[in-house]
């Protein structure tokens, strides 16, 4: 039990479907985090939230739009995705937003397979 | 720009071998460097850790020394187990967040 739960595990939609995965954080912390894995590609920062507030944006492509309403959830919702966009999307949290002097553990979800079609 | 490298797997062993992933790094700073696993349809958790230079992370029976001199924080063990199959990633601090590497599967056999 990590304390990082993601719905759904499994996400199959269509190019023009609208859907949210949801990410929810039981350990009080501050800072979360969304990230795409691919397949032998190193894991990709996609968002940072600090405190309910946006710190990081990767040059995410707009089809992609976070939210982030308190800092025990996070969302990202999807629409209008490219084939290409299919991967594990992974939910992280740190009790506070991490720094090289700053080493928190990122404790992570399970992950929200996704598949466009 | 800050970044890691990681060997390429995917790496197969039996059972009480020995394991060396081999992990190097590129930072401007002076970062704290990690090892994650990641099991089968589970998210990544913390293996260990090293926050500078010589520091020993272990957990496991796993570890890893942070080499400043040759920018390397390589993962061993010194008998794996077939529970120790999984993905593993290097990764480093950066300004906000960590760098992953790509990960090295590991498959051991019995």
């Known amino acids: 039990e990590t304390g990082v739960t993601q719905t759904p595990r499994h996400l199959v939609m269509g190019m023009t479907n609208k859907k949210s995965l949801k990410c929810e954080q039981h350990?009080?912390?501050?800072?979360m985090y969304w990230y795409k894995q691919s397949a032998k590609k190193p894991l990709e920062l996609m968002f940072v939230y600090n405190f309910k507030e946006q710190t990081e944006n990767n040059s995410v492509p707009s089809r992609f739009s976070p939210e982030c309403p308190n800092s025990s959830h996070l969302f990202l919702h999807l629409h209008t995705l490219q084939p290409e966009d299919s991967a594990l999307y992974l939910c992280?949290?740190?009790?506070?937003?991490?720094?090289?002097?700053?080493?928190?553990?990122?404790?992570f979800g399970p992950g929200t397979r996704l598949t466009v079609t | 720009g800050d970044s890691v490298t990681q060997m390429e797997g995917p790496v197969t062993l039996s059972e009480e071998a020995f394991l060396t992933i081999n992990c190097t790094y590129t930072?401007?700073?002076?970062?704290?460097l990690f090892w994650y696993v990641q099991y089968p349809g589970e998210g990544l958790q913390l293996l260990l850790k090293a926050t500078k230079a010589d520091d020993k992370g272990s957990n496991k029976g796993f570890e890893a020394t942070y080499r400043k001199e040759t920018t390397s924080f390589h993962l061993e063990k010194g008998s794996v187990q077939v529970s120790d199959s999984a993905v593993y990633f290097c990764a480093l601090t950066g300004a906000n967040n960590l760098f992953f590497g790509t990960g090295t599967r590991l498959t051991v056999i019995p």
């Open positions: 930072a401007t700073g002076y970062p704290s």
């Open positions: 992280a949290s740190s009790q506070d937003l991490i720094r090289e002097r700053a080493p928190y553990e990122q404790y």
């Open positions: 350990l009080g912390h501050n800072a």
